[in-house]
């Protein structure tokens, strides 16, 4: 018969093993184990079970994986010779990836995977750090540790810490979240004889502590406030509290059309900040941003219209649709190619309305200037463009003697033509792959910083703008760019 009998050898001692299990064990005639590192191996090899234990593939890979893959490997094949019981610390269906490959490819095989119970050392690590389970726990595997998936608010157990290594791993990962002092608990074989749990600082994890395979961390849940303003959970529980009953009044009013103009003042202020290329600005205003976007995402909630879910879910949707070279089998190698793919997606999502122009596709909102080049962008992909700077350059200039013309006259089409001369001035930026309107931005921001300079000139001088020629400001203003404002 093609069959494996997969045993949980529990958390501790033989005492501790079911009576169905240990008579199971005691039956088998072709015993494998995991791994011999176990409470409850001395006293079977004592009372004469044999077994084969795969320690020793173990030591041939670098990566856990692999080990499991050929421990997975090997038993199949055995198990094609005649029926064979493979045994697991702790319960079977508890961190045990061997078990999970197993029942995954043995029907494929036509090998009968049959799960014969144990206890999961999860109980015993319940009953040695005296926590109860419903109060919310989570379990982690210290291998494939994610900082995304870490729960700072339940009893958080991360099991397969195998060695220091691990320990270091997952103690970076945590560090990440919670502060180097942190108080976290070692505990080696709980439920054993040689339980022993261990109390220590967060950024001592990994020195001087006895780890081995039967070591799981256990991290308390965090009651600290400001531990959990890490958190997105906690910020987004901030906004409904600020949009609440007993909340603030001015939250409590804002509306999504009350709220545009402070989200275009905080993405200038991000702007300046990366411009500035100070990172501590940049956390800033990043989070000035996202406040913009939970406020938005809390009042669509609060009208029973749509929440931060529907806009995460949106956004994950679209990128992985839209990154079909990342997510999907298409090719890729260049960001043209890239483009050339979005563009195409992007149609299929939204469809063709039939007569709408490809210009109505441009934001009615943008600034003037990255609406320009937009126009321009978005009639340049189907053919509507200069292919070469030149024509574009006596386009400039031509608006620029049709401006000066109407200025002559002081004409009512001043307006329209300075309008033209901008417009043309986008093309040719676009030509150079200048954005326009950070192009501006940036020499505001440099006449911002010479003219700060030549008032303080004004100042030192004990006397007022009035009292200055145009010509002495102007020596000013020249120093200030001798001196690099």
């Not at 004469?48 to 795969?54: D, H, L, R, Y």
């Not at 603030?248 to 003042?265: F, M, N």
């Not at 563009?343 to 122009?357: L, P, R, T, Y």
């Not at 320009?372 to 608006?399: L, R, S, Y």
């Amino acid at each position: 018969m093609k069959r494996i009998n997969i045993v949980g050898l529990g958390a501790g001692d033989l005492e501790q093993l079911p009576l169905g299990v240990y008579r199971k064990l005691k039956k088998a005639s072709l015993l494998y184990l995991r791994t011999k590192d176990h409470p409850a191996v001395n006293e079977l090899e004592e009372e004469g079970v044999a077994f084969i234990s795969f320690d020793s593939i173990y030591e041939k890979h670098d990566h856990f994986q692999d080990v499991y893959e050929e421990i997975c490997t090997i038993l199949l094949e055995e198990s094609h010779k005649g029926e064979i019981t493979y045994a697991v610390p702790g319960h079977p269906f508890v961190a045990e990836r061997t078990v999970q490959l197993l029942l995954e490819r043995g029907p494929k095989q036509g090998v009968e995977i049959a799960i014969g119970g144990g206890q999961s050392f999860l109980d015993a690590l319940f009953q040695a750090l005296q926590i109860d389970p419903i109060e919310g726990f989570q379990f982690l595997d210290a291998t494939d540790l994610r900082r995304a998936e870490i729960d700072l608010t339940s009893h958080l157990i991360i099991g397969q810490v195998y060695d220091q290594f691990t320990a270091s791993e997952a103690k970076l990962a945590l560090m990440e979240r919670l502060p180097d002092e942190y108080e976290v608990y070692i505990v080696t074989a709980a439920g054993s004889k040689e339980e022993r749990i261990q109390k220590a600082a967060l950024y001592e994890l990994d020195r001087g502590f006895e780890i081995n395979n039967l070591t799981s961390l256990y991290i308390p849940p965090v009651t600290d406030e400001s531990i959990l303003y890490k958190t997105f959970s906690k910020l987004r529980e901030i906004i409904a509290v600020l949009r609440g009953p007993n909340g603030c009044p001015w939250d409590k009013k804002q509306t999504h059309e009350s709220l545009k103009r402070y989200l275009i003042e905080e993405s200038y202020e991000l702007i300046e900040a990366i411009n500035e290329e100070d990172i501590d600005h940049m956390i800033e205003e990043l989070g000035d941003v996202l406040l913009q976007v939970l406020l938005h995402a809390q009042i669509g909630e609060d009208d029973g219209f749509f929440s931060i879910e529907d806009v995460i879910e949106g956004i994950s949707g679209k990128m992985v649709r839209r990154h079909p070279h990342v997510f999907g089998s298409i090719s890729a190698e260049t960001e043209a190619e890239v483009l050339v793919n979005w563009d195409k997606i992007k149609k299929q999502e939204k469809g063709e309305a039939k007569d709408v122009s490809l210009l109505d596709k441009v934001g009615k909102s943008l600034p003037n200037l990255i609406a320009a080049a937009e126009i321009q962008k978005t009639a340049a992909k189907v053919g509507f463009d200069w292919k070469e700077v030149g024509p574009a350059w006596e386009k400039v200039k031509e608006e620029i003697k049709e401006f000066e013309a109407e200025t002559r006259e002081k004409s009512a089409k001043m307006d329209k033509e300075f309008g033209d001369i901008l417009f043309a001035l986008v093309n040719i930026a676009r030509f150079y792959k200048i954005d326009a309107e950070e192009a501006l931005f940036q020499t505001n921001v440099k006449f911002k910083r010479r003219f700060a300079f030549v008032e303080k000139r004004v100042k030192d001088s004990g006397k007022s703008f009035e009292e200055f020629e145009l010509e002495e400001l102007d020596r000013f203003w020249e120093e200030a760019k001798e001196k690099g404002y």
